[in-house]
């Protein structure tokens, strides 16, 4: 079945690079997404890539994926505290909406 | 245009109740997804609705269920409630699964309590 796998805690300086990994299972995967949650929200997709790309830059956010070896990687460039939160790393094959996400990252963003 | 939106926000109930959620998508998206989140599971995938039709299920007991409205409303039923059914119950909208765009966006959520 499918699984995504990722590392529980992250923690960075403010103007520092932060870098979330993750791994997924499916080999079947087409998309793979970032989601950010804040304390009480629902959760705010940042950025998703196809699996025939290898990456995707969108301002301060870069996504690199490796499909062989099945990584996905998020960094943050220029961390800031408003970049405190939960990410999650996610993947459907993009046919139901089935979406499989990781347990979540929490990132520390120490001033 | 409005998000989606999820009512109640906050549910406390008792165990052997039952409680009924809903989940009003963004205008004019046709698929609702629903998730559990719990600390321990993480987010979890319940069931997806497209049309009325209920297309894929998660792995959940039958106590769970759900139904979509021709409006594309969806309410998600929990019956005999668990004290483990205490979670945040996202629902995620999105205008046509399948297609490229299968962006899909979320709510705030509901965060039921079972007591």
């Known amino acids: 079945g499918e699984d995504v796998e990722q590392s529980l805690f992250l923690s960075v300086r403010e103007g520092d690079s932060s870098v979330i990994n993750c791994t997924y299972t499916?080999?079947?995967?087409?998309?793979l997404y970032w989601y950010k949650q804040e304390p009480g929200a629902g959760l705010q997709l940042l950025t998703y890539?196809?699996?025939?790309?290898d990456m995707k830059q969108d301002q301060r956010l870069t996504v690199l994926l490796n499909k062989k070896d099945k990584h996905l990687s998020l960094r943050i460039a220029d961390t800031q505290t408003g970049d405190s939160a939960i990410y999650f790393c996610?993947?459907?094959?993009?046919?139901?909406?089935?979406?499989?996400f990781g347990i979540g990252t929490k990132l520390q963003v120490i001033p | 245009k409005a998000g989606v939106t999820q009512t109640p926000r906050y549910l406390i109930k008792t165990r052997g109740q039952q409680v009924t959620l809903s989940c009003s998508p963004i205008?004019?998206?046709?698929?609702v997804s629903w998730y559990q989140q719990t600390p321990g599971q993480g987010l979890q995938f319940l069931f997806e609705?497209?049309?009325?039709?209920?297309?894929n299920k998660g792995n959940f007991p039958g106590r769970f269920s759900g139904r979509q409205f021709s409006n594309s409303r969806s309410e998600m039923n929990v019956s005999t409630l668990e004290l483990g059914d205490s979670a945040l119950y996202l629902c995620?909208?999105?205008?046509?699964?399948?297609?490229?765009?299968?962006?899909?966006?979320f709510g705030q959520g509901t965060r039921l309590t079972v007591v």
């Open positions: 995620a909208s999105s205008l046509e699964a399948g297609s490229m765009n299968t962006e899909a966006f």
């Open positions: 609705y497209f049309s009325e039709t209920q297309r």
């Open positions: 890539i196809f699996s025939n790309m």
């Open positions: 205008s004019g998206h046709r698929s």
């Open positions: 499916d080999s079947s995967s087409t998309y």
């Open positions: 996610a993947e459907s094959r993009g046919g139901y909406q089935k979406v499989t």
